[in-house]
């Protein structure tokens, strides 16, 4: 029997919750399943606890043979048992696979933090950007006060500009009349 570790829905509607479980590969997706494994859920903003994974008995029934579906690798990764799994297919020693996947967890709480701190200083640096911008709008508005008088004289430009565009077909005609007389 060919089985595989997928995620099966539930929840309502517009707020999914998944189980993730070892189910025949020919089975549907929200069929009967063997064993349930873990859960995941998407809504959760918590990267780090949106979900639940029964490692031991992942790891059996990976050496059973069973498939993983891509987002259920996903998951795994993210916890570091994909990692924990490779090393395993590469025959070392449970104390040498504790060993870096220990290193690994380590190292990737660093990169988070460092996430963490770079998103601060992102959301600071948009904050004193926003400031700026409310700074800068608030000054315009204060000109535009002080120059009430000359937006009273801008119509009269503006009748200057339309009688302008009334000379220029003029200088067009000149301008067409001109290759005519070079063409005889």
């Known amino acids: 029997m060919a089985t595989k570790i997928r995620l099966k829905r539930i ?9 993730i479980i070892i189910i025949d590969s020919r089975k549907r997706r929200d069929g009967s399943a063997i064993e349930q494994v873990g ?36 998951l795994m990764k993210r916890s570091g048992l994909a990692y924990r799994w490779h090393l395993m297919k590469q025959g070392l020693s449970e104390k040498e696979i504790d060993k870096a996947v220990e290193k690994w967890k380590k190292e990737r ?17 948009a904050k004193a950007k ?28 503006e009748e200057k500009a339309e009688e302008a565009p009334a ?15 070079e063409e005889k």
């Open 130 to 157: 926003k400031e700026a911008a409310k700074v800068t709008e608030e000054a315009p508005a204060e000109e535009e006060k002080a120059e009430e008088a000359p937006v009273e004289e801008a119509p009269a430009e």
């Open 109 to 125: 709480d660093k990169v988070i933090q460092d996430r963490i701190k770079a998103n601060k200083a992102k959301r600071e640096k």
């Open 167 to 181: 000379e220029e077909p003029a200088e067009e005609e000149k301008a067409e009349e001109a290759p005519a007389e």
């Open 39 to 74: 859960w995941y859920n998407p809504i959760e903003n918590n990267k780090e606890k949106n979900y639940n994974l029964k490692e031991d008995r992942i790891l059996e029934w990976l050496k059973l043979g069973a498939q993983v579906t891509d987002p259920v690798n996903k």
């Open 11 to 19: 929840g309502r509607r517009n707020r999914p919750f998944y189980r």
